[in-house]
Nanobody, 115 residues
Framework: QVQLVESGGGLVQPGGSLRLSCEVS????????IDWHRQTPGKERDFVAS???????NYADSVKGRFTISRDSAKNTVYLQMNSLKPEDSAVYFC?????????WGQGTQVTVSS
């Protein structure tokens, strides 16, 4: 059973930074891509960033220039460095690992940006 465990969320002031981690129970190169998504109450889960097996990276327009996705294959972990945080970045952040016809999700970590 594939498991993904997110960590690193918390409360931060506007303009601050956080680094989220997504630890995967299997070799991260076994997956086509590992993504970060976020969700606020009553809304759809939105794409934030992805890194595929070849290292190709994509970001949502709303986070370009502020967030950076990276990976450490030795630790089977994908990171999301979030800088210049805004109140509208507040959400539960989830990571997702994908193989053909199957997605695996973590439980999420709460990020709150507030003064």
């Amino acid at each position: 059973q594939v498991q993904l465990v997110e960590s690193g969320g918390g409360l931060v002031q506007p303009g601050g930074s956080l680094r989220l981690s997504c630890e995967v129970s299997e070799n991260i190169f076994d997956f086509n891509a590992i993504d970060w998504h976020r969700q606020t109450p009553g809304k759809e889960r939105d794409f934030v960033a992805s890194i595929n097996v070849n290292g190709r990276i994509n970001y949502a327009d709303s986070v370009k220039g502020r967030f950076t996705i990276s990976r450490d294959s030795a630790k089977n972990t994908v990171y999301l460095q979030m800088n210049s945080l805004k109140p509208e970045d507040s959400a539960v952040y989830f990571c997702k690992a994908s193989i053909p016809f199957r997605d695996y999700w973590g439980q999420g970590t709460q990020v709150t940006v507030s003064s």
